[in-house]
């Protein structure tokens, strides 16, 4: 059983911060009392955590108190308040050793998984810039072999969390120069902000020269530009900054010109009468045609989280404060159109049946304009009496009511989801177990299209037939973000159990990329083996279960000042 080095209440006393604590200990306890004494400084220059300040403080300048929270859910949250005010570990998780930092034997699945994760390293001019996609030899590379910006994320927050910070501040240096290439495909230029979807390293054989080669999205499957990927990297530079304390690389000029870059793309102003952000078809870690276009969940939360990311990394200087206002506008009203459109319960379900169409003016309940006759027979079942979620896309007379596991789990961390939502999440994952997790952690998306509707929204894509790859296969890399929202909500057992069913394969099947069947039982029939991710993904949601201190890498707390839903009509209520 691992331990834990935090502060609990048990049996009426506070235990001393070093004190370990079993994991079973930690779900009997009252968060809410554990916050009772002052949290120890962030040991940072800046005289106080800029994750304090909440965007009306960034909008105003002035302060606000924020109020104490009055139900149990919410108390539940003020665990990432205090996570976010402790300094993340500088040193070493120990997991080159049989033992873990606390003296507790590891699982052997963890010693196996960090030597797999280091012979993915990709190293340029003599220092490690990433790791590769996949060490699978059996099958054709295809594009395998190179580093991804998305898919390195999993194996740099494993590397931070283990005090190996260089190779994450390699990355992103080095990705930022590629940013700055000039960008083409097919005579058309992309926006200057555009950061790749992957790169190489290339070896000259007869001058032992390297060079670095990006793909933007025209050497991609379907010629789709990464959308995700300059979220991603803000991520990652806060996830850095968080980890390692130091607060120099995020402001150097050229990182805070990288971000500028970023956020002038997503948030130029048009024809768009919402505050989400339009994306193709392959635009995210769905990256083939699986009618995600419109306004898919995993980029509106992944945009929503580098938001908030920027805010605390953004200079306070004329430049830095522009897109701050910017900024504090646009997540006002993206939480709003989120929480309110995106969110679906037992009841908002039961409104949805009911409504109305042909509504006009803005009185509409039915602002959309969906007919109820859209709504999937599926989705009756699948909604439990006590859960809910973000559905996948909503855009006119059409709402995705897929379950998307990213886009939940980051609604979770960045906070897009209120404390009640996330309880909500976490009840539905614990409702539909078998649908959602299975014999192996976890569905990218739930259900899965087939028969007519697959070669209408896949155009036959045979890599995506039912319960396959992105079409409700499972993909253990999610086992990280899965990990980081169960112990955000207070609820560690949830990763746990979870955890274990995926260590009882793993190694044996040799890290897949992603499982097929209703079930997940079967090796992906085109998986690759000792896919990175994978091995990453695993390490660190054991890590995070290990030590949840770790969580404020990638975790933000929820802003005080951030408006909640508006009740429009008695059929709305959040």
Same mark, same amino acid.
């Given at each position: 059983?691992?331990?834990?080095?935090?502060?609990?209440?048990?049996?009426?006393?506070?235990?001393?911060?070093?004190?370990?604590?079993?994991?079973?200990?930690?779900?009997?306890?009252?968060?809410?009392?554990?916050?009772?004494?002052?949290?120890?400084?962030?040991?940072?220059?800046?005289?106080?955590?800029?994750?304090?300040?909440?965007?009306?403080?960034?909008?105003?300048?002035?302060?606000?108190?924020?109020?104490?929270?009055?139900?149990?859910?919410?108390?539940?949250?003020?665990?990432? &308040?205090?996570?976010?005010?402790?300094?993340?570990?500088?040193?070493?998780?120990?997991?080159?050793?049989?033992?873990?930092?606390?003296?507790?034997?590891?699982?052997?699945?963890?010693?196996?998984?960090?030597?797999?994760?280091?012979?993915?390293?990709?190293?340029?001019?003599?220092?490690?810039?990433?790791?590769?996609?996949?060490?699978?030899?059996?099958?054709?590379?295809?594009?395998? &072999?190179?580093?991804?910006?998305?898919?390195?994320?999993?194996?740099?927050?494993?590397?931070?969390?283990?005090?190996?910070?260089?190779?994450?501040?390699?990355?992103?240096?080095?990705?930022?120069?590629?940013?700055?290439?000039?960008?083409?495909?097919?005579?058309?230029?992309?926006?200057?902000?555009?950061?790749?979807?992957?790169?190489?390293?290339?070896?000259?054989?007869?001058?032992?020269?390297?060079?670095?080669?990006?793909?933007?999205?025209?050497?991609?499957?379907?010629?789709?530009?990464?959308?995700?990927? $300059?979220?991603?990297?803000?991520?990652?530079?806060?996830?850095?900054?968080?980890?390692?304390?130091?607060?120099?690389?995020?402001?150097?000029?050229?990182?805070?010109?990288?971000?500028?870059?970023?956020?002038?793309?997503?948030?130029?102003?048009?024809?768009?009468?919402?505050?989400?952000?339009?994306?193709?078809? $392959?635009?995210?870690?769905?990256?083939?045609?699986?009618?995600?276009?419109?306004?898919?969940?995993?980029?509106?939360?992944?945009?929503?989280?580098?938001?908030?990311?920027?805010?605390?990394?953004?200079?306070?200087?004329?430049?830095?404060?522009?897109?701050?206002?910017?900024?504090?506008?646009?997540?006002?009203?993206?939480?709003?159109?989120?929480?309110?459109?995106?969110?679906?319960?037992?009841?908002?379900?039961?409104?949805?049946?009911?409504?109305?169409?042909?509504?006009?003016?803005?009185?509409?309940?039915?602002?959309?304009?969906?007919?109820?006759?859209?709504?999937?027979?599926?989705?009756?079942?699948?909604?439990?009496?006590?859960?809910?979620?973000?559905?996948?896309?909503?855009?006119?007379?059409?709402?995705?009511?897929?379950?998307?596991?990213?886009?939940?789990?980051?609604?979770?961390?960045?906070?897009?989801?209120?404390?009640?939502?996330?309880?909500?999440?976490?009840?539905?994952?614990?409702?539909?177990?078998?649908?959602?997790? $299975?014999?192996?952690?976890?569905?990218?998306?739930?259900?899965?299209?087939?028969?007519?509707?697959?070669?209408?929204?896949?155009?036959?894509?045979?890599?995506?037939?039912?319960?396959?790859?992105?079409?409700?296969?499972?993909?253990?890399?999610?086992?990280?973000?899965?990990?980081?929202?169960?112990?955000?909500?207070?609820?560690?057992?949830?990763?746990?159990?979870?955890?274990?069913?995926?260590?009882?394969?793993?190694?044996? &099947?040799?890290?897949?990329?992603?499982?097929?069947?209703?079930?997940?039982?079967?090796?992906?029939?085109?998986?690759?083996?000792?896919?990175?991710?994978?091995?990453?993904?695993?390490?660190?949601?054991?890590?995070?279960?290990?030590?949840?201190?770790?969580?404020?890498?990638?975790?933000?707390?929820?802003?005080?000042?951030?408006?909640?839903?508006?009740?429009?009509?008695?059929?709305?209520?959040?």
């Amino acid at each position: 059983m691992s331990s834990i080095n935090v502060d609990v209440s048990l049996k009426g006393s506070l235990r001393n911060a070093d004190t370990l604590c079993d994991m079973a200990e930690i779900e009997e306890i009252d968060f809410s009392r554990i916050f009772d004494r002052p949290p120890r400084p962030l040991n940072m220059d800046r005289q106080r955590s800029c994750d304090e300040r909440s965007l009306s403080e960034l909008s105003t300048g002035l302060p606000i108190p924020s109020p104490r929270p009055s139900s149990r859910v919410e108390n539940n949250f003020r665990l990432i &308040d205090h996570l976010n005010c402790l300094p993340s570990p500088g040193r070493r998780s120990g997991f080159n050793t049989p033992l873990s930092q606390f003296g507790i034997e590891t699982h052997p699945t963890v010693a196996e998984a960090w030597e797999d994760l280091r012979r993915s390293l990709v190293y340029f001019r003599g220092e490690p810039v990433g790791t590769i996609a996949a060490l699978d030899n059996s099958e054709e590379q295809v594009n395998y &072999d190179q580093v991804f910006v998305r898919d390195f994320v999993p194996s740099a927050l494993a590397f931070l969390m283990n005090g190996e910070p260089e190779i994450v501040k390699n990355f992103i240096l080095k990705t930022l120069r590629l940013q700055s290439w000039e960008k083409k495909i097919d005579r058309f230029q992309l926006g200057e902000g555009v950061m790749p979807a992957s790169f190489k390293v290339l070896h000259d054989p007869v001058t032992h020269n390297e060079t670095l080669m990006a793909d933007f999205g025209e050497s991609a499957i379907g010629r789709v530009a990464p959308v995700d990927s $300059g979220f991603w990297w803000i991520f990652l530079l806060r996830a850095y900054t968080k980890s390692t304390g130091d607060t120099s690389l995020a402001e150097k000029p050229e990182c805070q010109k990288g971000m500028r870059l970023i956020l002038s793309l997503c948030l130029s102003e048009g024809f768009d009468t919402f505050p989400t952000l339009l994306c193709a078809d $392959g635009c995210c870690m769905v990256d083939r045609r699986m009618g995600v276009y419109g306004y898919p969940i995993e980029i509106q939360a992944l945009f929503f989280m580098a938001l908030r990311c920027a805010l605390l990394l953004l200079k306070q200087d004329e430049e830095g404060n522009e897109f701050v206002e910017r900024i504090t506008k646009r997540l006002h009203a993206l939480s709003f159109h989120m929480r309110s459109y995106y969110w679906i319960d037992l009841k908002q379900l039961n409104d949805i049946y009911r409504y109305k169409t042909e509504e006009y003016s803005h009185t509409a309940v039915n602002k959309f304009n969906v007919i109820p006759d859209s709504l999937p027979e599926w989705i009756f079942d699948f909604m439990p009496v006590r859960g809910g979620y973000f559905i996948g896309n909503v855009s006119p007379a059409r709402m995705d009511f897929r379950w998307f596991c990213l886009g939940n789990c980051i609604a979770i961390l960045s906070s897009l989801a209120t404390p009640e939502q996330s309880t909500a999440i976490m009840d539905l994952i614990e409702s539909r177990w078998e649908e959602l997790v $299975g014999e192996m952690p976890l569905k990218v998306i739930y259900p899965a299209i087939e028969s007519h509707e697959w070669r209408i929204v896949t155009g036959c894509d045979p890599k995506n037939t039912r319960w396959s790859y992105h079409n409700g296969g499972s993909w253990p890399v999610l086992l990280w973000l899965l990990t980081a929202a169960c112990i955000k909500t207070g609820r560690p057992q949830i990763a746990r159990r979870a955890i274990e069913l995926a260590e009882t394969r793993l190694i044996k &099947d040799n890290w897949p990329e992603y499982y097929d069947g209703k079930l997940g039982r079967f090796v992906g029939k085109q998986a690759r083996k000792f896919q990175t991710w994978s091995i990453a993904g695993y390490l660190v949601a054991k890590m995070m279960l290990e030590d949840p201190s770790h969580l404020g890498t990638v975790a933000l707390e929820e802003d005080k000042q951030m408006k909640p839903p508006i009740r429009r009509s008695n059929s709305w209520t959040f």
